[in-house]
């Protein structure tokens, strides 16, 4: 069975850092590994896809990057922001099974 | 172009009550899956369906069920409800199930209350 883990739980930064938030998954069979940010209260918004057969994939300021051999993803934000403040879920597709297991989140606050 | 669209927004409900939710996928997706949020908890698995069909489940009790039309929306279902069933409901859209190379579309969700 698929386990996801998301450290930290939580992190608050002051503006203009550079952070980075940990995904680990237990099964490293993946077709690919979704980052997703979800506002409070709100749904899931995708901010990048990666395939298993990529290492990263970048969209701005951010940079996720996958070692399905190890089962780790990072999940890399540039220059933060406070309106990057957010719930990041990491979630991965198996190769067995079109669902997606989801980490518990890390609660990301950038203060101004 | 039309992402994800849910509805209700919010519901509140009685213990051993009914309800449904629904779920209109993105334009040219197909295939629809339902997740259960807990408050603080990553998205649970519930079930997916693609040509109207229940594809796959996940560790739900049969009080949960579903359906897809024609159109490819959808419709939850909950019988029985329970206080634990309070959770926010996400709907998520994509291709069909062998395209793997692409992501899910997920809904804003249903904010589901039961007392």
């Known amino acids: 069975k698929q386990e996801v883990t998301q450290i930290p739980a939580a992190l608050s930064v002051p503006e203009g850092e550079n952070l980075v938030l940990n995904c680990s998954f237990t099964?490293?069979?993946?077709?690919?590994l979704q980052w997703f940010r979800q506002d409070p209260g709100k749904g899931l918004t995708s901010l990048l896809l990666?395939?298993?057969?990529?290492r990263e994939q970048t969209s701005g300021r951010l940079n996720a990057s996958l070692d399905k051999s190890s089962g780790r993803s990072t999940l890399y934000i540039a220059a933060s922001q406070p309106g990057d403040s957010a719930t990041y879920l990491c979630?991965?597709?198996?190769?067995?099974?079109?669902?997606?297991?989801f980490g518990g989140g890390t609660r990301l606050m950038v203060k101004p | 172009d039309a992402g994800v669209t849910q509805s209700p927004t919010h519901l509140i409900k009685t213990r051993g009550q009914q309800v449904t939710l629904r779920c209109s996928p993105k334009s040219g997706h197909d295939t629809v899956s339902w997740y259960q949020q807990a408050l603080g908890q990553g998205p649970q698995f519930i079930f997916q369906?693609?040509?109207?069909?229940?594809?796959q489940r996940g560790n739900f009790p049969d009080r949960f069920s579903g359906h897809q039309f024609p159109n490819y929306s959808s419709e939850l279902n909950v019988n029985a409800l329970l206080l634990g069933d309070s959770a926010l409901y996400l709907c998520a859209s994509s291709l069909p199930p062998w395209g793997v190379a692409y992501g899910y579309t997920f809904g804003s969700g249903t904010r589901l209350t039961v007392v």
């Open positions: 099964d490293s069979a993946i077709y690919n």
């Open positions: 990666i395939q298993s057969s990529q």
């Open positions: 979630a991965v597709r198996n190769n067995a099974g079109n669902m997606l297991t």
């Open positions: 369906y693609y040509e109207e069909e229940e594809r």
